[in-house]
């Protein structure tokens, strides 16, 4: 069975960090580009970062540049997303989600064919 795992979330004082994991099961990950995404309570669900299969091209989302960094080592399967200064906006269940393709339409929910179960972040003081 083909699964995708994320690790990580968790309660987070404003300005603080976290690291998310994404492992697979059943499958490697070296040959999909991987993107993450976000659903706060109320919202639609939102492309936070994407990363080519390679891990020589990434994509953000204004919203989290500079402040979040994806980044894979295809050798240890995972991919990362390292959540620097975390504000309470960014209070979400975040899900990655495995694509065969890397491109524009990268924040698409659409172009991936894999998807984790998600993980909390919970922002809060």
């Known amino acids: 069975q083909l699964q995708l795992v994320e690790s990580g979330g968790g309660l987070v004082q404003p300005g603080g960090s976290l690291r998310l994991s994404c492992a697979a099961s059943?499958?490697?990950?070296?040959?999909?580009?991987i993107g993450w995404f976000r659903q706060a309570p109320g919202k639609e669900r939102e492309g936070v970062s994407c990363?080519?299969?390679?891990?020589?091209?990434?994509n953000y989302a204004d919203s989290v540049k500079g402040r979040f960094t994806i980044s894979r080592d295809n050798a240890k399967n995972p991919v990362y997303l390292q959540m620097n200064s975390l504000k309470p906006e960014d209070t979400a269940v975040y899900y990655c989600?495995?694509?065969?393709?890397?491109?524009?339409?990268?924040?698409?929910?659409?172009?991936?064919?894999?998807w984790g179960q998600g993980t909390q972040v919970t922002v809060s003081s």
């Open positions: 990363i080519s299969s390679s891990g020589g091209s990434t």
């Open positions: 059943g499958f490697t990950l070296d040959y999909y580009a």
């Open positions: 989600a495995a694509g065969p393709t890397y491109g524009s339409s990268w924040y698409l929910g659409g172009e991936y064919d894999y």
